[in-house]
């Protein structure tokens, strides 16, 4: 994948590009700051950007920005804050995944690999505290509408879960590309969310899909 790392720690950034590179992904830029890694972004086109929460003029809005601009590029916050409004405002803004830099080596790859496949990048203490969370938000803004969902929505929202990328559903349901970003467009609204990510969690919590066959 072609990557741009956005942090304000050169040290840090250098570290983690030799890795990437070591793994076979291309390294195309580095920000210091959320406005260049805006700016990079717009101009280089990246498939992920490894986005820093604190650092000058902010990750969460650069986060915001990129996703409004780019939708097909994905963010992975990659930070030391372990505060739970950062999380949430990170998955808020359209992040695939949150990481802490304390994670491993091989746990960083695996999760940079499972966004190449449309996955989200999320630790299972990242996944649990979001679970968690919308448990906590009974009644809220996205519990009511899940009856409004098709049949077809729901058949997409599955694959979803499981991982799948758009060319992926598309080929399991015998549709297009751009009919399941349709699908998608309309998931996100009756649900009130704002990001694959938040929808598939709140998904698999709620039980509206399906358990894969294959677990068994």
Known sequence: MR?????????????????????????????ASGTEAVTLASEL???????????????I?????ITRRLPGTAI???TVSEDEED?????????????????????????????????AALSPASARRILDEFGRLAGGDLRGPAER???????????????????????ALGISENTV??????????????SRTEVALWAMREGLVARDPSDS
Do not use: C, Q
């Not at 570290?15 to 590179?21: F, I, M, T, Y």
């Not at 086109?45 to 929460?53: A, E, T």
């Open 3 to 31: 990557i741009l790392l956005a942090d304000d720690h050169a040290l840090f950034r250098d570290g983690v590009a030799s890795l990437l590179a070591a793994w076979g992904h291309e390294i195309v830029g580095a920000a």
């Open 76 to 78: 992975v916050v990659l």
């Open 87 to 119: 999380l949430f405002a990170a998955v808020k803004a359209g992040a695939s995944g949150y990481l802490l830099k304390n994670v491993r080596g091989e746990e960083l790859r695996a999760l940079v690999e499972a966004v190449g496949r449309g996955e």
């Open 61 to 65: 809005a650069a986060t915001r920005e």
């Open 181 to 194: 970003k349709y699908h998608l467009k309309h998931i996100l609204a009756k649900l009130h969310a704002e």
């Open 45 to 59: 086109l990246p498939d992920l950007v490894l986005m820093d929460v604190r650092m000058p003029s902010g990750g």
């Open 149 to 171: 969902l098709t049949g077809r929505e729901r058949a997409v929202l599955t694959h979803l879960t499981r991982g799948a990328s758009n060319k992926e559903i598309g080929a």
